[in-house]
């Protein structure tokens, strides 16, 4: 069964540090994104892509956060430099096209200390 | 604004019972989608059911049961005879056009259900 894979599950890091994330959306998926989840809330967008360009990031910390979806397919997410307030999970998903159901993955834990 | 409330934070019943699970939205728009994830510990949130508002049609699959009714704003959605395996976070979202021509997913602060043994 097709999925969204992320890596990795789980990440701690210092603050101040860099940390990235990798999500490789299903086979044939033209629209990615990226959501945030902190504990006891509901996904959050931070970034849309439609193949290789960001069409929405209205909502991304564009100070430390960067998102690239270099060939259309699979995507990184960067937090430089780590802040406490950035623990959360980090979800990724995609669909077929922006108004198709949304798929996600597993998600990452990130835990700053 | 659009919004989604879900004013259970946490349920607990006993296996077997049945369980309702409130979702009430806001939004100006009249084409918008609505829909139900359960989230396990895994971390993944699955989809359970997508319905758009043209059609208030409610629907069984199963165990599962929601209820739409417009003139409420309101997406409940129940399980029958729940099981431990039900145990999970379950939310609710909406989906309408942006201004930006987008379509963005708003999701409540979800409903964690217990189902104990």
């Known amino acids: 069964e097709a999925e969204v894979a992320q890596s990795p599950r789980y990440k701690i890091t210092e603050k101040s540090q860099a940390v990235a994330f990798w999500c490789d959306p299903i086979s044939g998926h033209a629209t990615l994104y990226w959501y945030r989840q902190i504990l006891g809330q509901g996904p959050e967008l931070l970034v849309q892509f439609q193949d290789e360009s960001v069409v929405d990031d209205s909502q991304l910390p564009k100070d430390r956060f960067s998102a690239e979806r270099l060939k259309g397919v699979d995507s990184t997410l960067k937090i430089q430099p780590a802040e406490l307030g950035d623990s959360a999970m980090y979800l990724c998903?995609?669909?077929?096209?922006?108004?198709?159901?949304?798929?996600f993955g597993q998600g990452t834990r990130l835990t700053v200390v | 604004a659009q919004k989604v409330t879900q004013a259970q934070t946490e349920i607990s019943v006993v296996e077997k019972e049945d369980v309702t699970l409130d979702c009430v939205y806001e939004t100006r728009d009249t084409t918008y989608y609505l829909f139900w994830y359960k989230q396990p510990p895994s971390g993944e949130l699955v989809f359970l059911i997508r319905r758009n508002s043209f059609d208030e049609q409610n629907e069984i699959s199963g165990r599962y049961s929601w209820n739409f009714q417009k003139s409420t704003s309101s997406f409940n959605f129940t399980i029958t005879a729940s099981q431990v395996v039900d145990s999970a976070v379950y939310f609710c979202?909406?989906?309408?056009?942006?201004?930006?021509?987008?379509?963005?997913?708003?999701f409540g602060t979800g409903t964690r259900l217990k189902v104990l043994a």
């Open positions: 979202a909406l989906s309408e056009a942006s201004t930006s021509g987008t379509y963005k997913y708003i």
């Open positions: 998903a995609s669909s077929l096209e922006e108004v198709s159901l949304r798929f």
